[in-house]
Every structure is written in structure tokens, then in C-alpha cells.
């Protein structure tokens, strides 16, 4: 018989072996035989979307993220509300901020319409997401699927498990620890603020009370968004908010971070000379984000019997 204190050895090892094991079901050729043009309509929906208006491609990226850190990539934040059911919708980070769920309806609209009841909701946000990210001059990635739709929601998850834009470094470390996520991949998905706006009640209290701020910068920004009121007017995460570069990593060296988590990220700590090195080194941050996104895509999948396909990304079946 083994000994006990052979045991959390031998779980860790079971453990490490399952999480490889689901990881390994999802592949980018999961629907080649049973919807083959998925990615291409999938591409064109969304390349439509941001071209329309190139803010959505930035919304879906955000779409994503916080779908992941909610009991995993499985399309939970999609779910509406019904008179049984509270989705994550209402959610303190997703509430009147979270956007780009018709989207997402059309595009599944037309995978439906081409393959039915095959493709996820999951999938079809984790590859909308990228190509949004492509469509404004992004790196692109091969997208594991096969992800499986919840038929739960966590409103209680959504409000404690997504990052805070007034977070401290270490609780984004922590954050994205609980998610298996290390600093390196925390500090690359940050990148994901390249693009789109912020609300001015996110970033008021950095701009009238922070000090480690560009006193220009500052200005300019109390410029919309008042001390009192105002707080749903916008202003761009970095100056160019509708396209994917490294400019978001050269304000945060500049003390121009909007939000105070992301200029948290430089500030005498742990992740100042990997921000540097993303600001002088687009490159670098491209690979590295998407090999983060795909990482972070992993969070959790539901596969195999788990979950289900939904028809309709707004309601369980």
C-alpha cells in the first residue's frame, strides 16, 4: 500500500493528466469534416462587425476575456436573464459595458444556417475574438475548439473572478494566478487595452487623484470626464484605440495608462522591464499575446457530453 504522504503526489499527477487530457480534445481542426467553413464565415461576420465599427472589434475581445474568467470559456456570459434564471449580464464589470451580443447573434445566425446545432457559442465567440484582434492589424493564432456551451451562469463569479480596472499589481497577479495564468500572461493580455474606450467612471478617480500620471495627460482627459457626472463618456484606452499596436505599452512608460491597473503594470514593480520591452518590441508582444489568448482559451473548456450546442447563444436549449 502506499503511503500517505505519497498521496498529494500521486493527485497532482492524476490532476496534471486530466487538465492535458481535456486541453487535448480541443483542436483548431475539431470542425473540419462536420462544418468546414466555419472560420470563414466566422471571419466574414466579424470582419463586417468591425469595419462597421471598428470599437466592436476591442468589445469582443472583452466579450471573451470575461466569459473565460467565469467558470471558464463555455459562453455563460452570453446567457440572458429570464424569470428562472440570472445570467452574468448584470454584473457589476459587465452591466452597461459589456457589448456586442447582437454580433455574436448574427454570426450565429450564419453558422446555423450552415451547420446546424454543431458549433458552439463558445467557439464562435473565442474566434470572433481573434478576428476582431486580426481585423484591427493584430497578431493572428490557430483557435483550439471544440468547446461546449454552459446551461449555468455565475453572477456571483462574474462580480468577484474579473479583474477590477482600480485592482493593485498583485491582485491582477493573483487574479490571473487563479486562472493559470502567470505575470508574463497577465501583462500581454493587458495589451488587449491597445484597443477600444474606457468609461470615464473607470478612470476618474485616476485622473483627479493619482499622482503617477502625465500632468498633460491628465488634463486632457478631465476634459470629458468631469469630476461629478459624465460616467458613461469614453475615451480611448491609448491613443490609438482602433488599432492593434504597441502604443499601449509606450504610454505606460510615458505615466499615460488610463486605467489604474494598467498603469499598475509600470510602476516600480514586477512587470516594468517586460512593459519596456513590449514598447520598444512589437513583435515580442504580439507573440506573446497570442500565445496567451490560446492559453486563456483553455480555461476550463466543457467537452466531450459536458454542457451543450446551443441554437441560440441567448438561452439554454
Known amino acids: 500500500m502506499a503511503s500517505n504522504s505519497s498521496f498529494p503526489i500521486v493527485a497532482a499527477i492524476i490532476v496534471s493528466l486530466l487538465v492535458c487530457l481535456t486541453n487535448a480534445q480541443l483542436s483548431p481542426n475539431f470542425y473540419t469534416r462536420t462544418c468546414p467553413n466555419v472560420q470563414r464565415i466566422v471571419r466574414n461576420a466579424t470582419t463586417q462587425a468591425v469595419r462597421r465599427e471598428p470599437r466592436m472589434g476591442a468589445s469582443i475581445l472583452r466579450m471573451f476575456f470575461h466569459d473565460c474568467f467565469v467558470n ?20 457589476r464589470p459587465n452591466q452597461n459595458s459589456l457589448r456586442g451580443f447582437e454580433v455574436i447573434d448574427t454570426i450565429k445566425s450564419r453558422v446555423e444556417a450552415a451547420c446546424n446545432a454543431t458549433v458552439s457559442c463558445a467557439d464562435i465567440l473565442a474566434l470572433a475574438a481573434r478576428d476582431g484582434v486580426v481585423q484591427l492589424g493584430g497578431p493572428s ?26 485592482s493593485s499589481l498583485a491582485t491582477l497577479i493573483s487574479s490571473f494566478a487563479a486562472q493559470g495564468l502567470n ?8 495589451g488587449g487595452h491597445a484597443i477600444g474606450l474606457a468609461r470615464c467612471t473607470t478612470f476618474r478617480n485616476r485622473i483627479y487623484n493619482e499622482t503617477n500620471i502625465d500632468a498633460s495627460f491628465a488634463t486632457t482627459r478631465r476634459t470629458n470626464c468631469p469630476a461629478s457626472g459624465g460616467d458613461a463618456n469614453l475615451a480611448p484606452l491609448d491613443r490609438t484605440p482602433n488599432r492593434f499596436d504597441n502604443n499601449y505599452y509606450q504610454n505606460l512608460v510615458a505615466r499615460r495608462g488610463l486605467l489604474h491597473s494598467d498603469q499598475e503594470l509600470f510602476n516600480g514593480g514586477s512587470q516594468d522591464a517586460l512593459v519596456r520591452t513590449y514598447s520598444n518590441n512589437y513583435r515580442a508582444f504580439a507573440s506573446d499575446f ?10 476550463s473548456p466543457l467537452t466531450g457530453r459536458n454542457g451543450e450546442i446551443r441554437r441560440n447563444c441567448r438561452v439554454v436549449n
Not at 456570459?77 to 440570472?86: K, P, Q, R, S
Not at 483557435?143 to 453572477?155: C, E, F, H, K, N
Request: some cysteine; glycine content about 8%; aromatic content about 4%.
Open 183 to 190: 505575470a508574463r500572461d497577465m501583462t500581454a493580455l493587458s
Open 290 to 299: 497570442a500565445a496567451a489568448m490560446v492559453k486563456m482559451g483553455n480555461i
Open 72 to 91: 471558464g470559456c463555455d459562453a455563460s456570459v452570453l446567457l440572458d436573464d429570464t424569470a428562472t434564471f440570472t445570467g452574468e449580464k448584470t454584473a
Open 141 to 166: 493564432w490557430a483557435v483550439p475548439l471544440g468547446r461546449r456551451d454552459a446551461r449555468t451562469a455565475s453572477l456571483s463569479g462574474a462580480n468577484s473572478q474579473i479583474p477590477s480596472p482600480f
